[in-house]
């Protein structure tokens, strides 16, 4: 899947949600995408780097301590 097919997905989940909210304002929208995206990608990071904790970090572009401390928020340790 190329990005502007992800992209695509997001942005179509994101107007679903609105749709869905009819006219509810949404709170703290930022941190719920970025939390329901983050979780997923660690997951398959993980899955491909064969739980190896340095290689994830590295494909991620991220220091292996915020790694680890994000694998510990969606309890994925």
Do not use: C
């Not at 502007?4 to 679903?16: A, H, P």
């Not at 509810?24 to 064969?50: Q, S």
């Amino acid at each position: 899947m190329s990005k502007k097919n992800i992209e695509d997905v997001v942005r179509s989940s994101l107007e679903t949600y609105f749709r869905d909210l009819r006219g509810t304002e949404p709170g703290n929208l930022h941190d719920m995408v970025v939390r329901t995206v983050e979780k997923p990608l660690l997951e398959i990071v993980m899955k491909h780097a064969e739980d190896n904790q340095s290689r994830a970090a590295q494909w991620l572009g991220l220091n292996r301590n915020t790694l680890r401390k994000k694998l510990t928020e969606h309890h994925l340790l």
